[in-house]
């Protein structure tokens, strides 16, 4: 089946500690997104990358750091440097063309204690 | 930067009751996304939209693209309580690579 993965489902950290959440998609998509998502609020884009070994800061990018080393892969990595890093996280890939739309992970709900 | 609203922000309504929300941007759009989001879930596209008035359904979903490009309208006929959650929209303007989301309008329904 054709889609997107997310890993874990859930994470639990203590503060000060790096964690790196993992997302994989066989759609052959070439872009992929990290997006932040709080209750109450919209998602909110974090990193996103259209081709391999390169991305770009999104509108909240301090405290995270990316990768993209293959095409089906963009792990996110939450830093010690983030201030308020529990929330949920989404993560989402599409085409690069005009009608873009994009297809979202299940997410992963990050905790840090 | 680009702002979207939703309306209303929650909403509860007797099932077999039909729904009407609406999302509403401080700039012009070329494309408009629904998404809708089970609780902790990911959000699962429902419609896109992409030329002023048109109008798109899929099953008992509506959605149309406004005249204004400003703004976007999704209706819910005759709700089950499967379509508990929330509605995202999305859009984006000629010159955005990625899209903006609102806030989502929190929909649930009564038996």
């Known amino acids: 089946d054709g889609g997107i993965t997310q890993s874990p489902k859930y994470l639990f950290r203590k503060e000060g500690q790096n964690v790196t959440l993992s997302c994989e998609q066989n759609l052959n998509h070439d872009a992929m997104y990290w997006y932040r998502q709080d209750p109450g609020q919209g998602l909110r884009l974090i990193y996103y990358?259209?081709?391999?070994?390169?991305?770009q800061k999104g509108d909240i990018a301090e405290g995270y750091s990316v990768s993209r080393e293959k095409k089906e892969s963009f792990p996110l990595t939450v830093t010690s440097a983030q201030k308020n890093p529990t929330a949920f996280y989404l993560c989402a890939s599409s085409i690069v063309e005009a009608h873009n739309e994009q297809f979202f992970g299940p997410g992963t709900r990050l905790t840090v204690l | 930067g680009q702002q979207l609203n939703q309306s209303p922000q929650s909403m509860f309504i007797q099932e077999g009751e039909d729904v009407s929300m609406n999302c509403t941007s401080s700039?012009?759009?070329?494309?408009w996304l629904w998404y809708k989001q089970d609780p902790g879930e990911g959000p699962v596209l429902l419609i896109a939209?992409?030329?002023?008035?048109e109008l798109t359904s899929n099953g008992r979903l509506t959605a149309q693209f406004g005249i204004t490009r400003k703004d976007s309208f999704l209706n819910i006929s005759a709700s089950i309580p499967s379509d508990v959650g929330i509605y995202f929209c999305?859009?984006?303007?000629?010159?955005?690579?990625?899209?903006?989301f609102g806030p989502g309008t929190r929909l649930s329904v009564l038996p």
């Open positions: 999305a859009g984006r303007d000629n010159y955005g690579q990625n899209f903006v």
């Open positions: 990358s259209q081709i391999v070994n390169d991305f």
């Open positions: 700039s012009i759009f070329n494309t």
């Open positions: 939209l992409y030329k002023a008035g």
